[in-house]
Structures are given as C-alpha cells and as structure tokens.
C-alpha cells in the first residue's frame, strides 16, 4: 500500500467520522440539555421520551430505503443529502414553539441520520481490507460518542447558554458539513442505480444471518437508547446531582463509549484475528451487569462512584455498534454491504423507538428508576442470548 493511498484513506476516515461526530452532537444535545429543555416545552419523563421515539421511528421507516439508495448514489451523495437534512431538522427544533412541533422536527432529524450508518459503513467495505475493516469502523464510530461528549458539554454549558444558541452551532456545522462530504463522491458511485430495487430487498430479507443480527439489534438498542435519554435525568432524580455532574457522567460514558468501540474493534481483527462473536457476546453480557448496579443508585452514591458507573455503562452498551456493523457488511458481498447496514439501522431505529417510552413508563408507574434498569437488563440478556445461540459467525467470510 502507498503512502499516497494511506493519506487518501486516513482523509476519507475523518471525513466519515466527522459525519457521525455532527449527526450525533444534534440528538444527544436535545438529550443532555433535557431538564432545560423539559422545563421550556412543560412537558413530563414520558413525553421527552417520544423524542427519541420521534428519531428512532423515521428511522425505522427510511432504514431499508437508506440502505438501497446508498448503493445506488455512492458514499459522497448520500452523507451530503443527509447532513443537509439534519441541517433543516436541527433548525425546526429550535424554531418549535411547542411539543408537537418537536416532536416532528426530531423525525425530520432521524430520517437525515437515517443515511449515515449505510453510507459510512458502505465506505468502509469499499476502502478498506478485511484485516483492517473493524478497527476502521470502530474509528468512524468514534464520531457517536465524540458527538456525544460535545452534547454532554452542551449539556453543563446549558446553565450559562440558551440552548437555541447550542442548537444553531449544531446547524452551522451540519451545513459545513455536507460540503466537506462531496469530496467523497467518485465516478463509479452511481453503477448500482439501474439495480432492481425489490430484489435488492429480497436479496437482504432473505440473508439468515441479517436475521439474527437484526433481531438481536432491537433489543440491544433498546438498552443504549434508553441509557443516554435519560442518563441526565438518571444522575440528577436517583442520585440528586446536581446539572454539571449530570454532564459529566454523559461525557464519561461518551468517553468510555468512544475508547471501546475502537479498543474492542482492533482486538477483534488481531487477537481474536477478524472474529466478532466472542468479543461481542462478553461486552453485552457485561452491560447487563453494569444496568443492575445502575438500579442500585440512590442519593447516598458519590462524584467518584456516579463516575465509574458512568464509565462501566458506556463502555459496554454503547461499545458494540462498530463489531456489529462489521459482522452485518460481512454477512453480504460487497455490493449490498449499504443495503445489509440498512436493514441493521432498521432493527436498530426499531429498539430505540420503543426503548425509551418503555424505560420512561417503567418510571412513570414505579417512581424509581430502578425497576427501568432491570428491565432493559432482562430485555437485553434476551438478545444476547438469542445472538450467541443462533449467529453463525463461520459463514461470514466476505473478504
């Protein structure tokens, strides 16, 4: 490999990681700056809940046609048609003058997200070798939780800072960077736009594997979903933290979230030499044990203590997605590797529309938070379960 390919590579990666830095730090904001936001809308824990909903379900509806018209329009075109569309969602919020109007603005935002996942991970199977391709989605995948750390410090600057003013620096920088995703188009991104598009669908439909991944998905999406909805409102309600410590554990799970996708990634392609079961299966069993210590925060628990806990749930929950959408572009060839990630967004969206509505109504009707941690344990052991029983990870061999 040149060193010209390299560089070409490595600006090819930051530009892919940009986009997810800039279509997370846009949600996690809305999510960070929840008590701000809650108080300015007047409105209750399950009602904030439907704006994840809101992301999540326009999602779930555009996840498959996310997936084809990456195939057919290449990784430049689709990442610049949706930073645009977060663009215009990001504004509808902050011009919303009630519940509703947010509520729409937050689909408006999901369905221009709904592109990124397809078409970084699209560029990932196209730019990089087997051996190499976990730990490159694991450093695309840096950019959730590195947007999700610039949301957390949205979320303590909030106290000194309208949050209209946070959301139009989130609008500015979408628009920037939908320019800066042009670079990625090349001249043989559209051969796929004369493919039959319901075969496509019934290529992906069909592929069993995408079936257990995607069934797994769901409820491991339900877990992280629900985890950074209402981690702020977690810390600050069980433990009576106050805003800032509130901030800071969202920023430590980003931060625990970011070192693990990468972290666990590399040791994927080397230790485990390209497998991704293994590793996948120990992290998640390991999340649900981190969401029963959660259940256990009351008032008496400390900075240091909210802080580890913080780390271990991060670390965990929000630390798989880079091995899962490795495993899903390898259960394909290469050429529907968008469409396969679409079908994983789908289950993904569908998890994280139902997740915090059922975490937020376990609340609402215990008055504890611990009941909800418990049962996004009970969910998620599920799907773990599931994922190690019926995966076959020995006809994932996609070079």
């Not at 999340?287 to 780390?311: D, I, K, Q």
Request: hydrophobic share 50%.
């Amino acid at each position: 490999m040149t060193r010209n390919t390299n560089v070409l590579w490595q600006s090819r990666l930051v530009i892919l990681t940009l986009t997810h830095v800039v279509g997370t730090v846009g949600y996690m904001s809305v999510m960070a700056m929840a008590p701000v936001i809650r108080h300015d809308l007047s409105i209750g824990a399950t009602h904030f809940g439907f704006f994840m909903s809101g992301f999540f379900g326009a999602q779930m509806l555009a996840a498959l046609p996310s997936g084809i018209v990456t195939d057919r329009l290449g990784v430049g075109r689709t990442l610049a048609l949706s930073m645009t569309l977060m663009c215009l969602g990001t504004a509808g919020f902050i011009l919303s003058p009630g519940f509703t109007s947010a509520l729409m603005a937050m689909f408006f935002l999901g369905l221009g997200y709904s592109l990124v996942n397809p078409a970084t991970a699209r560029g990932v199977v196209d730019w990089f070798p087997r051996h190499r391709r976990a730990t490159a989605m694991g450093i695309k995948q840096l950019g959730v939780p590195l947007g999700g750390m610039l949301a957390a410090g949205a979320g303590a600057l909030v106290v000194v800072l309208d949050w209209h003013m946070i959301l139009w620096a989130v609008t500015a920088a979408s628009l920037i960077s939908a320019v800066l995703c042009l670079r990625l188009t090349e001249p043989g991104d559209m051969r796929n736009r004369g493919r039959n598009m319901l075969g496509d669908m019934r290529h992906i439909l069909g592929n069993r594997r995408l079936g257990v991944i995607g069934t797994s998905v769901v409820t491991f999406s339900v877990s992280q979903s629900s985890l950074f909805a209402y981690l702020t409102l977690f810390v600050r309600d069980a433990a009576q933290a106050s805003q800032p410590v509130a901030g800071l554990c969202m920023a430590l799970a980003q931060g625990a979230s970011a070192a693990g996708r990468v972290g666990f990634s590399y040791l994927s392609d080397t230790t485990f030499r390209g497998q991704r079961k293994p590793v996948i299966v120990s992290l998640l069993y390991a999340s649900v044990a981190s969401m029963l210590f959660a259940a256990l925060v009351g008032p008496g628990w400390t900075v240091p203590s909210l802080s580890l806990l913080a780390l271990f749930m991060g670390g965990t929950i929000a630390a798989y997605a880079a091995l899962i959408l490795a495993a899903t572009a390898e259960s394909v060839q290469p050429e529907y590797a968008g469409s396969a990630i679409g079908y994983n967004s789908l289950s993904w969206a569908l998890g994280g529309t139902v997740g915090p509505p059922i975490f937020g109504w376990v609340l609402d009707a215990t008055g504890s938070y611990g009941p909800s941690w418990i049962a996004m344990a009970v969910i998620a052991s599920l799907g773990i379960t599931f994922f190690a029983l019926r995966f076959d990870e020995s006809r994932t061999n996609i070079g």
